[in-house]
């Protein structure tokens, strides 16, 4: 009896441990590379998609779902009242509770933009006007609240306004408020008290979230801030990495300019960086490398006009990148490019890909087209290679990023959230 109860203790205890490492705390999951741990992927579909666990309404937006503990959580926004952050169940569908608050303010692209971040028994909100609010999971009150953009001197509102997905680094949460005081800060994320600010960083204020990538097993906090003005007259944008105990800026790179910058950097590993935009800014890479004086230096290894991504990070694959870069100036599709630069192919408009979220789980991606279609995918360099493909949202601007945990595909799109069943 003693041996069986002992048996059963360490079963949940690892179930538990199992359930945690699949859920989807934060925006591009665990390892904030859209890259999940999840086997046994359907690999054909019936005609009308995966099966649809259930639906939920939602208003227009572009803030993706986060997944802890078996349940989902969305920011939402009504234009005339504020943010509202919205919290589910995962198995049902069921909404379990709400936090609102007051933020009424319209903008271009109206709705929400970001990914609520999840962390031990707090959530993290990041709202279009600079709203920063850790919320107790148990009391579903605030624990405190910023407002990044006013805090530190923001005047005007960029065009589509504020977009920071909350970084947890240990105890700090990361925003960038890029502004004239301050380029990136750090709060300790219990209190809320301001650790660190860094410097102003060159550039303007874009939309792009600060992430850590590695260097020499070091961990580095890179933040990309927008140029002014497009193509080839663009200038004064950055890339900067910084030390994100300190907020220290360790090295720069100004060799690639964007005016819009909405996608992360990724972290192809080695020190290398993937840096990519629209607005004419394609791609470049570059390779961070410690000094013998403990300084940073900063090689570009290429730059291809004929890579690059609209809103979301591209996927790493073995060797090679995959990426959605249907942008203003082009339609190129999905697109992929290997490690040293070489595009290998490209579906341009047959089918199109628009500016949609990709995660890969099982060795397949699973890619929304940015508009009505989900597609299963396998990711080959020598050439698109889709296995189903399914209509799953409502025809419009439907780009947030997905979510995967148990087999459950979270997609948003501009009037509900579906949640699919794309596992065995």
């Not at 359930?19 to 741990?37: E, K, L, R, V």
């Not at 065009?159 to 750090?186: D, E, F, H, M």
């Not at 090295?251 to 590993?269: F, S």
């Amino acid at each position: 009896m003693r041996d069986t109860a002992k048996l059963m203790t360490v079963v949940v205890a690892l179930s538990a441990i199992s359930a945690f490492a699949a859920d989807w705390p934060w925006i591009y999951g665990p390892a904030g590379n859209s890259t999940s741990d999840q086997k046994g992927l359907l690999r054909t579909w019936p005609e009308a998609g995966p099966k649809v666990l259930w639906t939920a309404p939602m208003g227009v937006g572009f803030g993706g779902p986060a997944v802890s503990d078996g349940k989902v959580y969305l920011l939402d926004r009504d234009e005339k009242v504020g943010d509202k952050l919205r919290v589910f169940d995962l198995s049902s569908g069921k909404e379990l509770w709400s936090f609102a608050y007051d933020a009424p303010g319209e903008f271009m692209f109206s709705g929400s933009r970001t990914t609520p971040t999840v962390d031990g028994e707090h959530v993290y909100t990041g709202g279009p006007l600079g709203d920063l609010y850790a919320i107790d999971i148990k009391t579903r009150e605030p624990v405190w609240h910023k407002n990044i953009w006013k805090d530190f001197g923001g005047g005007e509102l960029p065009r589509w306004a504020i977009v920071q997905n909350p970084l947890i680094y240990g105890k700090l949460v990361v925003v960038a408020p890029q502004t004239s005081q301050a380029g990136v800060v750090a709060y300790d994320k219990l209190t809320g008290e301001l650790e660190w600010k860094s410097a102003p960083l060159s550039g303007t204020v874009g939309y792009v979230s600060p992430s850590i990538v590695k260097v020499g097993g070091e961990d580095h906090l890179v933040m990309v801030m927008a140029a002014v003005g497009r193509g080839r007259n663009a200038k004064d944008g950055s890339v900067n990495g910084l030390d994100p105990r300190s907020g220290k800026v360790l090295w720069t790179y100004t060799n690639w300019q964007c005016a819009i910058p909405v996608p992360q950097p990724v972290d192809a590993g080695d020190g290398r960086i993937l840096i990519t935009g629209g607005y004419g800014a394609g791609t470049a890479m570059i390779k961070v490398q410690k000094k013998g004086d403990g300084s940073y230096g900063v090689t570009e290894l290429y730059k291809n006009p004929d890579f690059g991504s609209h809103t979301h990070p591209p996927i790493l694959h073995g060797d090679h990148f995959y990426s959605h870069y249907t942008i203003n100036e082009r339609s190129d599709g999905l697109v992929a490019m290997s490690m040293d630069g070489q595009v290998k192919w490209k579906t341009d408009q047959q089918p199109p890909f628009v500016r949609g979220g990709s995660i890969l789980a099982d060795g397949l991606l699973l890619a929304t087209d940015g508009d009505t279609k989900l597609y299963l995918v396998e990711p080959n360099p020598s050439g698109f290679k889709p296995l189903a493909s399914a209509v799953v949202l409502e025809k419009g601007d439907n780009w947030a990023p997905l979510a995967l945990v148990d087999g459950k595909l979270l997609v948003r799109g501009q009037k509900e959230v579906k949640c699919l069943q794309v596992s065995q």
